[in-house]
């Protein structure tokens, strides 16, 4: 069985930082056909894609954290991070950890939840002074 348990969510004020981990059992980050991503969502709105990354490393940014947020993963600890910099009260959300199989070299998931299967149970991120 698949679980993704995210963690590092909290409140900070704009202009900080957070580094937001999910760790995964039952599914490995270095698995053939491994990709991950993440997500967030705000109450009444739809969850939008934040970060994803391929299975040889390759990443897409939504165009709302380009240069802000880094996703990286740690195959050791099969854990995958994202950092959080410049925070700005609009990226306050619920953050989700997701992760699929089927990848092949090159593909690069979209930011759509639909192309995940597997997903943690969120963390929350709140920017407010």
């Known amino acids: 069985e698949v679980q993704l348990v995210e963690s590092g969510g909290g409140l900070v004020q704009p202009g900080g930082s957070l580094r937001l981990a999910c760790v995964a059992s039952?599914?490995?980050?270095?698995?053939?056909?491994?990709?991950m991503g993440w997500f967030r969502q705000e109450p009444g709105k739809e969850r939008e894609g934040v970060v994803t990354i391929g299975r040889d490393g390759n990443t897409r940014h939504a165009d709302s954290v380009k240069g802000r947020f880094t996703i990286s993963r740690d195959i050791a600890k099969n854990t995958l991070w994202l950092q959080m910099n410049s925070l700005k009260p609009e990226d306050t959300a619920m953050y989700y950890c997701?992760?699929?199989?089927?990848?092949?070299?090159?593909?690069?998931?979209?930011?759509?939840?639909?192309?995940?299967?597997?997903w943690g149970q969120g963390t929350q991120v709140t920017v407010s002074s």
């Open positions: 997701a992760a699929r199989t089927g990848c092949s070299n090159g593909f690069l998931p979209p930011l759509q939840s639909w192309s995940f299967g597997y």
């Open positions: 039952g599914y490995t980050l270095n698995y053939a056909y491994a990709c």
